[in-house]
């Protein structure tokens, strides 16, 4: 389960991401922007690990690939999910709600939710709403369904003791690996999973980063969007940097928590937030996304700034990963 070490995926991706774009239209005419030109590949048996700080965009990223953006949100760009017929990829930001219902949500592409409560039925067990899944998923029947729900369940590290509880008896770190035991059913080509370590516990933590990573190594795809640094560190192969709604650094996982360390200011300032490395806050707050500088979005809070930075940089590559800033640290190789 050792992540690869490639900048960039080796295999025809399974998405293929292309400037994308979410504005919220609000009241007064007002739009916020809060997904600007997102571009990136992601390949079959890769993983990529999507941080930043909360509001930067991360979410809203996801539920565009998954068509469950509010009725007020515009989209730009394109997102190509690779199907049967490696000609004829979906477009999941031009597909009706029939097709994403029908073809793509659970079957080509699993969810493990940010809240899992809110994606959980209150009124159903956890065993009702796994065997429901694999009915629907991988067609068991019978006698078969009792056994493959202890068997998903336990991809999850979810206890069979817990099988017959009520989502409103879960504890919220039992909510999320009831979630995560869902998604992974049916073996979705792509896997989107939106803080999938939030409510566990340290050990549990690790065994479901783990099971993520042993998902993708049996060759499919996972977008992981993550405040945990220490779980991207554990399974990524490749970390994307959000700030502000824009990607500001993509590069090799190696790199980024390796001793050359990421190029941008503010990634840079993530991994030295982290207690068993500085432990330094990032000075200031985010920009309000409603409200964004013309320029770099992060100058205002960082060391480097000059008047440079009213101009607002380019994701370019260099030095096997591609940033977004103008004073990109270059570090050599040890």
Known sequence: MTPTPESEPVAP????VRGLGVRFRMRGGRHIAAVTDATFDLAAGECLALVGESGCGKSVLASALLGLLPGNAQTTGAALLAGPDPAAPTDLLAADERTLARTVRGRRIGLVPQSPAAHLTPVRTVRSQLVEVLSELTGARGSALTKAAETAAGRASFPADHLDRYPHELS??????????LALIGDAPLLLADEPTTGLDRELVDRTADELRRHTDEGR?????????AAAERIADRVAVMYAGRIVELGPAARFFGDRGPRHPYA????????????TAIPGMPPELGDLPDGCAFAARCTRATEMCAALPTLTSGRGSSVACHHAEERVDA
């Open 221 to 229: 795809a996972l977008l992981m969007i993550t405040h945990d640094l």
């Open 172 to 181: 919220g770190g039992l909510a999320q690996r009831a979630a995560t035991a």
């Open 268 to 279: 840079r300032g993530l991994l030295d937030a982290l207690p068993e490395r500085e432990f």
């Open 13 to 16: 991706p399974v998405l293929s």
